[in-house]
């Protein structure tokens, strides 16, 4: 009778020890495939696996090298180039014309740059917010640079630097101004008011005599009205766009209500 019970007592305890040996294997399995992945996902609540901690420290790292792009690269190298541009232009009193002649391959280098990093930035999608800052303040640098150089060495009348850079900062103030209701376009006549500028600039960087001086001073007029033209469209469509950011607005207001 012993026997009877502790061979029933084995086979319960047998029977008992299978489904405890099952779930500690189930649960060795599940700890060990926990901590294998400990790394990449933690359980927890249902529904699927959390983000590995420290994930967003990597995709603000990963978004910060970001900054690091060609198109950025070439904009922090005309913002470098000023100084050296102004250092070239002054030195010797500023009328050396090897140093001047450095001056304007330095400013050559700035608006080569100018005209691709921009387009380098949309082709393959390396906008960044550095970029938007820092590429309008690197153009208005090496411009006003060169202007107040000019000016302050008699070369050109300061009412002409005045009517360009007064220009070119309104328009810049005048976009963040309308930006909540779009984006003023980059028109063609801007894009030739810039190119015209920047010829007419780097003309009279150059020490430049004959009829050579006698084209720039024609060049230089031209990208002055082309200055007044462009800033007073520019002026009209953020008037436009304003009107229609408002409107837009009064009449998604309405529909709320409604």
Known sequence: MTGVPASAAGGTSSANGAPASAGSGAASG??????????????????GPKPVRGGKVVAAAVN????????????????????????????????????RAFAWAAFA??????????????TYDLVTDFGKIADPIADKAIMGAALICLSSLGDLPWWVTVVILGRELGITLLRF??????????????????????????????????????????VMAAAVVLTVVT???????????????????????RETEA
Request: aromatic residues 8%; proline residues 3%; glycine residues 12%.
């Open 30 to 47: 599940s700890a060990s495939s926990g901590g294998a992945s400990s790394g990449v996902v933690e359980t927890g609540a249902p529904g």
């Open 64 to 99: 910060q090298a970001s900054v690091w792009n060609i198109a950025n690269l070439l904009t922090m190298l005309r913002l470098l180039l000023v100084p050296g541009f102004v250092a070239l232009m002054l030195a010797d009193g500023g009328y050396d014309p090897a140093m």
């Open 109 to 122: 280098v700035a608006m080569i740059t100018d005209l691709f990093d921009g387009h380098l930035a949309r």
């Open 177 to 218: 101004l309308v930006i909540r209701y779009g984006v003023i376009p980059a028109s063609r006549g801007g894009k030739l008011k810039t190119l015209t500028q920047g010829v007419a600039v780097g003309m009279y960087v150059l020490a430049l005599t004959g009829w050579l001086a006698t084209l720039r001073f024609w």
């Open 231 to 253: 800033g007073l469209d520019y002026v009209r469509q953020a008037i436009v766009l304003r009107r229609q950011g408002i409107a837009e607005r009064e009449a998604a207001a």
